[in-house]
C-alpha cells in the first residue's frame, strides 16, 4: 500500500472531511491501508501540528519513519514519559520487589480469611496488585470495590464483600506509594501513564489520530477525548473489539463525530474479502470489504499452512504438540511462558501443596480446580488446559513449551485469534475449536455471540492468499446461503 499515490475515492473523501477541521470516526476494515490514509492526513495540512498514538511502540517506530515532521509518533506511554514519567525514572530502574516485602511496605501482616478460604499476606499482595492494575487502565479517579478481581474459588457475592472491605485500602494505600517519588513499591510505566491522565493534560497540538481505537484502554480514551480544543481523529475496526474481556473500550461506539469507511482492503482478494463480509453481515454491520482486484485469493482445504489460528490457549498448545511429533519446527505466538506456568501450578496442587499461580491460589488441591471448571461456564479457557493437563499430564506440556522455536525459524505459526490481531499470513488455518457452538437442549441452534462472530472476523481475516475456513463454514447455513 506504501506505493501507491492516487487516494482511493473513500481515502479522499476522509482528506476532505479532515481539512474542515471536524471531529472524525473512521471505520477501517481489516487490511484497507488505515496507517497510509492518516499519514495522507497529516502530508494534507503541513502547517498544523499534530500527534499519533500508536497502540505498540514497534507501530510508532515505524510511523516515524514515514509520518512527516509535523506529526509527533508515539505511543500514550510516550507521551506520558515525556511528561511525567521522567520524574519517576529512577523508580522504573529498579528490580522487582518480592511479594513478601511488598506485603511488609502495606503493613499486611495477618493472613485474611475469605469464606472457607485462608488467603496469605503475599496472596493479598497479588489481589492488590491486580486492583492498582484496573485503575490504572480505568478512567476511574479512584480506587473503589469495582477494582477487586473475581478470582476462580473467590468469586461468590459473599467473597467478593468480604475482599472489597478489606483490600480496598489496602489497594489505596499502595497507590499513594506509587504517587511519591520515594515509594518503595514496584513502579511500571502504567503508573506514570495513570498519573498523567489524571492530571488532566492538554497536548500543544491541533489535532490527535488514535490508531485502533476500538480496543482502547479506557485511560488513554479518556486522554484524547479530553483533548476538546483540537481535532480528534477515532481509527479502527469495530468489528474487531475482542479484548472487552481484558478491559478495553470500544471508544468509536460514543464518539461524536462524523463517520467515514474504509473499506478496499489491500491485503487479500475478493474470496477472503466474501468470507469477511459473512461476519459482518452476521454482526449487522454497515462495512462490506472490497478484495484488492490484484491478488487472487482462495478459500479452501490446506494441507501445510504458515499459520493455525485457534480459539483457546488450550487448542493452540494441541496443535504445537501435534506439530512437534511430526518434527515441525513450530512457534506459538507470545510464547508459551504462561502455559508452562499453570502446568507447574498443577504439579504443586497435585502433590497438596497448593501455589502462587495468580488464577489459581485459592485452590489447595487440583480436585478443586476441576471441580471448579466444570462448574463455571466462563472458564472455558481454563478448562481446556485443565483438560489438556489431565491427558497429557503436567511434564508433557512443559517439555512442549520447552521444544518450541522462535517465530522467525519456524516453519509453523500457531496463534489464538487474539493475538494475532494486527498480524498477516499468507495462508490461514482455522484450528477446530472454532466450531458452530453446541445446539440447545431442545436441539435448536444456539445463539453465536456478537463476541464469537467478532473473533471468527478477526481469523478469516488474517489470511493473504488462501484461508482454510474449516469449521468456520457452519456461517453459510447460518445466513440461509448455498453450501459450497
Known sequence: MSARRTPTPEQAEIVASYRTGQDLVIEAGAGTGKTTTLKMLATATPGRKGTYIAYN???????????????????????????????????????????????????????????????????QVYLVNEMVKKFCNSNATEITGKQVPRKPGLDSDGDMRVLQAALVPLARRAWEDLTRR????RFEHRHYLKIWELSKPRLPVDYVLLDE?????????????????????????RNQAIYGWNGAIDAMANFKGKRLQLSQSFR???????????????????????????????????????????????QALTQAMAALRQNIRVALVGGGARLSKLAEAATSLKAGIGCDHPELFAFTSWGQVQDYVEQDPDAEDLAGMVKLIDEVGAEKVIEAVDQLTDERYAAL??????????????????????????????????????????????????????????PLEYIDERLGLAVR
Open 182 to 185: 520515594d515509594g518503595r513499591l
Open 268 to 314: 487479500f482478494g475478493e474470496a477472503v474479502a466474501e468470507e469477511a463480509n459473512k461476519w459482518l453481515t452476521f454482526l449487522g454491520a454497515d462495512l462490506r470489504l472490497t478484495g484488492f482486484e490484484r491478488i487472487n485469493s482462495a478459500v479452501e482445504p490446506i494441507d501445510y499452512p504458515d499459520a493455525i489460528l485457534c480459539r483457546t490457549n488450550a
Open 57 to 123: 511502540r514497534a507501530i510508532a517506530d515505524d510511523a516515524k519513519v514515514d509520518f512527516p515532521s509535523n506529526v509527533l509518533c508515539s505511543t500514550a506511554h510516550g507521551l506520558a514519559m515525556r511528561a511525567v514519567g521522567r520524574q519517576y525514572r529512577h523508580r522504573l530502574d529498579r528490580g522487582r520487589v518480592p511479594a513478601r516485602a511488598a506485603a511488609r511496605i502495606l503493613r499486611i501482616n495477618e493472613p485474611l480469611a475469605v469464606g472457607d478460604k485462608i488467603l496469605s499476606p503475599t496472596q
Open 413 to 470: 505459526i500457531i496463534s489464538t485469534a487474539h493475538k494475532a490481531k494486527g498480524r498477516e499470513w499468507n495462508s490461514v488455518q482455522i484450528a477446530s475449536d472454532f466450531g458452530e457452538p453446541k445446539p440447545n437442549k431442545d436441539g435448536s441452534p444456539s445463539n453465536v455471540s456478537d463476541e464469537e462472530a467478532m473473533l471468527s472476523y478477526v481469523a478469516v481475516t488474517r489470511a493473504k492468499l488462501t484461508l482454510d475456513r474449516g
Open 213 to 237: 481505537a476500538q480496543d482502547a484502554n479506557p485511560v488513554i480514551a479518556s486522554i484524547v477525548e479530553s483533548q476538546d480544543h483540537a481535532q480528534r481523529i477515532m481509527v479502527g475496526d
